[in-house]
Every structure is written in structure tokens, then in C-alpha cells.
């Protein structure tokens, strides 16, 4: 392991010794704080989707983007759009369909993308994740050798797909989220891939050194469970994993992830059905990993993104959120105890379904509509 790592590595479990020592009673509800109109950057629209769903930077500033119909495209900084051929056929409808999209860690000797998507099934459509090479000349552009590396076991269910991707700062496994596609108690079902976040390797085998390997299945690839519907993974600057999901009739969450947690989805939550019937707070319940930051009334937040950049200096480290419902984009600050709150959240206008930060340090977003904007976020003045 390099110095670098090494020290990463230390840096996190510092924080999260911090974190962790404080009570559950200090969790913070940020929702009911209000939106500014008057955001600290200029918002310029650079070009328009089809119900777009995730972005996906390429280390020249170009960008790849999914519609959530069953479309991708390679996109410039200025607009410019390419279909993306080779995409395979997906179930949309409603909340499922094309996902997310991600550039593998060696993408610039290796051209592999990953990507997920709501696949047709007989037995009922199941959530994919597929790995290919994306080949670009001229004004062509595909996914070549496209292949599915791991699909959700059971197959079935609606909505609340999760479908997520994140790469450790080693560039040596990757991170998935996995809805519990609507079947509430299947999050706790150690042998359902619903309701978890799932540890994997770069080709999507079994780590040797997941917390239950030894175990087989899906409970082999599991490193946390007990989630419901979650739309936001990415590594901080310091080597932590954060996680947010969706509540049902409130409870939004962002959770630091740590091996092996169960976060109470749902046996525990902070909102209520949306019948108006209780669930049991997270304090009723110990043992079960709490949030650190919810969100009551709800943001629906989709899309999590670590800022590090040179164009929004004060926002060094902060982690940025979209908000669907709430038609927000979202500043989590973290403290010198790495404990996060909501710094600042501005009005924009529509729902937020991603973000992600450009090599030149710009943030842009995309609009969850059709057309929904790519916007592209710079500092005002």
C-alpha cells in the first residue's frame, strides 16, 4: 500500500472513531431548512435529455450520460451530443429503466465503463450491472463487449431500484446500491440482493475478504443492509463511504457506511408510512446504524458527489446533493470531527437528479423531466 493510501486509510478511521463516539440523539434533522434564491454560481443550460438520470465524467471533460428510456450519450462541454450505440434493451417504467453510468479507474488505458440498468425478465424485471468498452471515433460512439457482470437475485419487483456505482480509492472494488424494489422486509432477507449495498470485484466476483464471503450468494457480496431506496454513493476526500436513501412519508437519510452495519430499513425510520401509521425512530433501536443526517419533511435526494475542485474553493470537501421533491441542489460541510450537517441548499427551480463535479472543477446537474437541462454550474461574478 503507498504512503498515500496509507494515509487515507488512517484519516478514515480517525473520523469515523470520531463520528461514531457521539450519541444518536445528536443525528440532525436538516429538513426543514429553507432554499435560497440567490445560489453563490450562474447557471448556464448546455443541452437537453429525455428524462436524463446520471452523468459520468471522462478525463478529457467530455461526459457520458443515460436516459432513463434506454439512451446514452457521449456529450462535450459545449453541448455537442453522440448517441451512444450497443445500449441494451431496459424495463422503463415508472422509477426503473437506463441507471447510472461510471468510468472505470483505469479507463484511460482500458476505455471500460460501467453501467446499470432495470432489465426485462421472465420471472420479473430484475436490476443489472453490465460492464463494456466504450469505442469512440469519428462521430460514432458504443458500448462494445458488453456484458453483464452481476444481476439482482431474486428477480421482481417495481420501483426503488438503487443501482448506484462507486469505486474505492483504490481503485480495486466496486460499490452498488440495491433497492429493496419495493418489498419492504426483503432489506433484512440476508439471501435477497434488495436493500443492501453490495461490495464487488472489478469483474463482478466475490471479494475473499467481504464481511460474510465464506457464506456463499448474495449474502457473501453484502457489506450493508437494511436500506430502502438509495440514489447517492461516493467516497469523501478522506477514504469514507456515504450512502443516501430515500425515506417513505419522511426520513431521507445520508449514512456513513461502515462493513457490516444494519441500518433498520424497515424495522426502523425516521418518517412514517405514507399511510400515517409510525415506524419506530432509529432511537428505539441501538443496534441498528442511524443516520447522520435526516431529512423531515423530505428532499428525495438523488445524486452524491464529493467537490473537490478549483472553482468553488470554500466548497473543498463538501458533498453535494440533489433534491427531487424538493427541487434543490444540496452543501453537506463537514466538521474538524467529520461529523456533516447541511450548509447551505439553493432553489433551483426543477428536480435534481444528478451531480457531478467536471475536471476543470465546474458542477453540473441534470433536471429529472423531458427535456430536463444539463446545466453547468459556475461561480457568479
Do not use: C
Amino acid at each position: 500500500m503507498t504512503r498515500h493510501k496509507t494515509s487515507l486509510a488512517t484519516a478514515a478511521l480517525a473520523a469515523a472513531l470520531m463520528f461514531n463516539s457521539a450519541a444518536q440523539a445528536q443525528r440532525i434533522n436538516a429538513g426543514d431548512r429553507p432554499a435560497s434564491t440567490n445560489p453563490p454560481f450562474a447557471a448556464q443550460a448546455v443541452a437537453e435529455f429525455d428524462t436524463p438520470w446520471a452523468i459520468a465524467f471522462l478525463p478529457d471533460g467530455r461526459m457520458l450520460v443515460t436516459e432513463k428510456p434506454g439512451r446514452a450519450f457521449l456529450v462535450t462541454p459545449t453541448g455537442g451530443k453522440i448517441e451512444v450505440g450497443n445500449v441494451p434493451e431496459v424495463a422503463a417504467s415508472g422509477q426503473t429503466g437506463m441507471l447510472d453510468i461510471a468510468v472505470a479507474p483505469d479507463f484511460e488505458s482500458s476505455s471500460t465503463v460501467y453501467f446499470t440498468y432495470v432489465e426485462p425478465d421472465a420471472g420479473g424485471n430484475r436490476l443489472a450491472l453490465s460492464r463494456a468498452t466504450l469505442s469512440v471515433s469519428d462521430n460514432e460512439a458504443t458500448l462494445a463487449d458488453a456484458a453483464v457482470i452481476w444481476r439482482q437475485t431474486p428477480g421482481g419487483g417495481s420501483g426503488h431500484p438503487g443501482g448506484i456505482i462507486a469505486f474505492d480509492p483504490q481503485g480495486t472494488h466496486l460499490f452498488l446500491t440495491v433497492g429493496e424494489r419495493m418489498r419492504p422486509t426483503s432489506a433484512q432477507d440476508p439471501e435477497q440482493a434488495r436493500g443492501k449495498v453490495l461490495r464487488l470485484n472489478l469483474d463482478g466476483s466475490t471479494p475473499s475478504d467481504n464481511p460474510l464471503a465464506g457464506q456463499g450468494g448474495v449474502q457473501a457480496q453484502t457489506w450493508t443492509t437494511g436500506h430502502r431506496n438509495p440514489y447517492g454513493l461516493a467516497f469523501a476526500p478522506d477514504g469514507r463511504l456515504w450512502q443516501h436513501e430515500m425515506g417513505p412519508r419522511g426520513g431521507d437519510e445520508l449514512n456513513l457506511i461502515e462493513q457490516g452495519r444494519n441500518y433498520g430499513w424497515p424495522i426502523v425510520s425516521n418518517g412514517s408510512e405514507y399511510s400515517g401509521v409510525a415506524i419506530p425512530d432509529h432511537d428505539t433501536r441501538p443496534e441498528f446504524a442511524a443516520p447522520a443526517v435526516y431529512w423531515n419533511p423530505v428532499i428525495s435526494p438523488a445524486g452524491l458527489a464529493f467537490y473537490e475542485g478549483a472553482m468553488f474553493r470554500e466548497w473543498q470537501g463538501s458533498a453535494l446533493i440533489g433534491g427531487l421533491s424538493a427541487r434543490v441542489l444540496v452543501r453537506i460541510a463537514f466538521n474538524a470531527d467529520g461529523r456533516p450537517d447541511e450548509a447551505e441548499r439553493w432553489s433551483m427551480g426543477a428536480r435534481i437528479r444528478d451531480v457531478a463535479v467536471a475536471p476543470d472543477g465546474a458542477v453540473w446537474v441534470i433536471e429529472d423531466d423531458n427535456p430536463g437541462r444539463l446545466l453547468r454550474l459556475t461561480p457568479s461574478g
